[in-house]
Nanobody, 124 residues
Framework: QVRLVESGGGLVQAGGSLRLSCAASGRTFHSYAMGWFRQAPGKEREFVAA????????DYGDSVQGRFTISRDNTKNTVYLQMNRLKPEDTAVYYCADTKIGGDYFDHFLYDYWGQGTQVTVSS
């Protein structure tokens, strides 16, 4: 079992920045990669970014490419999402997720464990 806890969400003006954190605990040694997804009201869950344990795979969704950066600190079992040049359309609940296998990181079905989510609101 892996427990994921997100933090760092909040309210920010358009053009601003936020850094989300996802702390993992439990059987983290089985983890292959971690990802970030987001879901806005009335919309489907959207892939944001993913990073493998060894950092040899880093992937981003098209809508955040060039603005967001995913990173991890394996000594702290924590994954980060640095979000710059935020837009109102980035408003959503952001979830981190863990997968024990590689594959299509943009597919939420790949992931076994999910955090409870953290709200990000970008005002115009």
């Amino acid at each position: 079992q892996v427990r994921l806890v997100e933090s760092g969400g909040g309210l920010v003006q358009a053009g601003g920045s936020l850094r989300l954190s996802c702390a993992a605990s439990g059987r983290t040694f089985h983890s292959y990669a971690m990802g970030w997804f987001r879901q806005a009201p009335g919309k489907e869950r959207e892939f944001v970014a993913a990073i493998s344990w060894s950092e040899d795979v880093i992937d981003y969704g098209d809508s955040v490419q060039g603005r967001f950066t995913i990173s991890r600190d394996n000594t702290k079992n924590t994954v980060y999402l640095q979000m710059n040049r935020l837009k109102p359309e980035d408003t959503a609940v952001y979830y981190c997720a863990d997968t024990k296998i590689g594959g299509d990181y943009f597919d939420h079905f790949l992931y076994d464990y999910w955090g409870q989510g953290t709200q990000v609101t970008v005002s115009s």
